[in-house]
């Protein structure tokens, strides 16, 4: 549905897209911008107001992923998310939202054929992170600092051997934090490579003191780089490695 065919459901829903599309940095929706990444964060309780509104711009096939979840926080950030993807690409592409070409892969990446840009999601309880690339494939994880409790039962899953031997020699106390950030970054990596979850973690490297990860299997070197300054929040956002990354909220 484009929003103008929406005007007869509720002038104050109208006026409510038009706000969040207005609160989009002006920079963000250039049409030709430069070779570059983006990544745009959504705090989802600054936008929570939204919802009921933004809802009218999702497709059949979003409506049908968001109404799959089983509790209403995690359909209000579904919402949310698909929503804001959809404007930001409208936004760069000039188009209405229900014209951006947004369709998803056999592995549930999202794809924008036809268009110059590559883009992933992610979200988590409280925040969404969403990126677009025109210099190649990108991918982007977000995951509340809080995750990391209760991780390391989860470290020979997440871990290749070398880097749960490296885990294993820190002091217990920084073990938890080192864990969730290499889960970030490696998540951002699956889904730059566009496998989401088909590949194990434990099957490679990306460690934390280098700026690159080369996957050897698929001959593939993608650039991780970490934002450490979003609390309580931890994102790492994976792209090629002549992308040049910047990010900002949206306000």
């Known amino acids: 549905m484009a929003v103008a065919d929406a005007i007869w459901v509720s002038q104050p829903a109208l006026a409510m897209i038009d706000a969040l599309s207005r609160a989009l940095p002006l920079a963000y929706c250039v049409r030709h911008a430069s070779q570059n990444a983006q990544m745009l964060l959504v705090e989802v309780a600054c936008w929570r107001a939204a919802l009921p509104a933004?809802?009218?711009?999702?497709?059949?096939?979003?409506?049908?992923?968001?109404?799959?979840?089983?509790?209403?926080?995690?359909?209000?950030?579904?919402?949310?998310?698909?929503?804001?993807?959809?404007?930001?690409?409208?936004?760069?592409?000039?188009?209405?939202?229900?014209?951006?070409?947004?369709?998803?892969?056999?592995?549930?990446?999202?794809?924008?054929?036809?268009?110059?840009?590559?883009?992933?999601?992610?979200?988590?309880?409280?925040?969404?992170?969403?990126?677009?690339?025109?210099?190649?494939?990108?991918?982007?994880?977000?995951?509340?600092?809080?995750?990391?409790?209760?991780?390391?039962?989860?470290?020979?899953?997440?871990?290749?051997?070398?880097?749960?031997?490296?885990?294993?020699?820190?002091?217990?106390?920084?073990?938890?934090?080192?864990?969730?950030?290499?889960?970030?970054?490696?998540?951002?990596?699956?889904?730059?490579?566009?496998?989401?979850?088909?590949w194990e973690m434990s099957a490679f490297q990306a460690p934390v003191d280098a700026p690159t990860c080369l996957i050897n299997e698929i001959d593939h070197n993608v650039q991780i780089t970490e934002i450490d300054t979003i609390s309580p929040w931890r994102v790492a956002v994976a792209a090629a490695p002549n992308a040049t990354l910047e990010w900002a909220w949206l306000e």
């Open 54 to 198: 933004v809802a009218l711009l999702l497709d059949a096939n979003e409506l049908a992923r968001v109404a799959r979840k089983r509790f209403a926080a995690d359909r209000e950030v579904l919402t949310l998310a698909y929503a804001v993807h959809r404007l930001w690409l409208a936004a760069r592409l000039q188009c209405a939202p229900d014209a951006v070409p947004l369709l998803r892969d056999q592995n549930g990446c999202p794809q924008v054929p036809g268009t110059p840009f590559h883009t992933s999601l992610s979200h988590c309880d409280g925040a969404i992170a969403i990126a677009l690339s025109t210099a190649g494939a990108i991918g982007v994880d977000i995951e509340p600092a809080s995750r990391a409790q209760g991780l390391l039962e989860l470290a020979d899953r997440i871990c290749h051997p070398a880097e749960l031997q490296a885990l294993l020699a820190l002091p217990d106390h920084a073990r938890e934090a080192a864990l969730l950030r290499l889960w970030v970054r490696k998540e951002a990596c699956l889904k730059a490579l566009g496998v989401g979850l088909a």
